[in-house]
């Protein structure tokens, strides 16, 4: 058990739909990442947050967007959703931004139909 | 360009034997770390192993090594005895320090193992 812990396990929606994915960090990480990953695009970052900021964007779409509240908790939402988009959405943390490894929760399967 | 290169997409192995898992990487930074992760068909990312650029030794966890070659770039994964669960896709990241990095981890395309009984 990695510690993180990501909310819904399976998400099954229609296009055009928004969602909301949910992550807790292990105790004691201030760092949260998010990850989606597909079968012809790998692992890809999306966005980080440190401690209730944003730290860096990856190849994140304008249609979705990220929080981390005080608690470290983090929200991914996802909006007008495509086919396209059916994925495996990764959330991972670490105590810090530097070269540690990063542990991810067990991730959120979203089908959009 | 790649920053991290797995050029097995699919691997296969005998129970017991062991097998080696290649990745080679691409930075100019000198602080950097190098992972390794498991997939099981479940999904779930499993952290295997850590290597840090600054190490003198190989990291070792249980039946993992890492087979770290600096000069190389090549930070090779080597799984002894496997077993039949070792079964899984395995993914090799970096994450570089240091001036001008971003500390977001890269990840390679994966490897496919498939442990035979």
């Known amino acids: 058990d990695s510690g993180v812990t990501q909310t819904p396990k399976h998400l099954i929606t229609a296009t055009g739909q928004r969602v909301t994915l949910r992550c807790s960090p292990r105790s004691g990480d201030l760092s949260v990442y998010w990850y989606q990953q597909s079968l012809d695009q790998g692992l890809q970052f999306l966005i980080q947050y440190y401690n209730g900021e944003e730290r860096a964007k990856g190849n994140i779409l304008e249609r979705f967007s990220a929080q981390q509240f005080p608690d470290l908790h983090s929200e991914l939402n996802l909006s007008s959703l495509e086919l396209g988009d059916s994925a495996l959405y990764f959330c991972?943390?670490?105590?810090?931004?530097?070269?540690?490894?990063?542990?991810f929760g067990n991730g959120t399967r979203l089908t959009v139909t | 360009a790649q920053k991290i290169t797995q050029t097995q997409p699919g691997m296969f192995v005998q129970e017991k034997e062991a097998v080696t898992l290649d990745c080679t990487y691409d930075t100019s930074d000198p602080s950097y770390g190098l992972f390794w992760y498991k997939q099981p068909s479940s999904g779930e990312m499993i952290f295997l192993i850590y290597q840090g650029s600054y190490d003198q030794q190989n990291a070792t966890e249980g039946r993992y090594s890492l087979n770290f070659q600096k000069a190389r770039k090549s930070a090779n994964l080597v799984i002894s005895a496997s077993q039949l669960g070792d079964s899984a896709m395995y993914f090799c990241?970096?994450?570089?320090?240091?001036?001008?990095?971003?500390?977001?981890?890269?990840f390679g395309r994966g490897t496919s193992l498939i442990v035979h009984p």
């Open positions: 991972a943390s670490s105590a810090t931004q530097k070269t540690e490894a990063l542990h």
């Open positions: 990241a970096m994450r570089e320090g240091g001036s001008g990095g971003s500390y977001i981890p890269t």
